[in-house]
């Protein structure tokens, strides 16, 4: 596979279509079994466990979205 000439015809979609493909690969990564080390698995707890004790304190995907999507402009 030519990964140079991947991202060329990539470069050329909309970023909307980028975001799906972006979407899509991280979907298959994730499908995928794979190890994590005991420092990832450290600071997956901690962020879960932050999450728990601040449920509040996230920024929905839209609005990251619609940020990242503005700095394009």
Do not use: C, G
Request: glycine share 0%; aromatic share 4%; net charge negative.
């Amino acid at each position: 596979m030519d990964i140079a000439a991947t991202l060329t015809q990539i470069e050329r979609l909309s970023i909307d279509d980028r975001i799906q493909i972006v979407q899509a690969i991280w979907d298959s990564i994730a499908s995928d079994p794979f190890d994590i080390t005991k420092e990832q698995k450290a600071e997956l707890s901690r962020r879960l466990v932050d999450h728990l004790e601040n449920p509040s304190a996230v920024v929905p995907w839209e609005m990251v979205k619609a940020q990242a999507l503005s700095r394009r402009k």
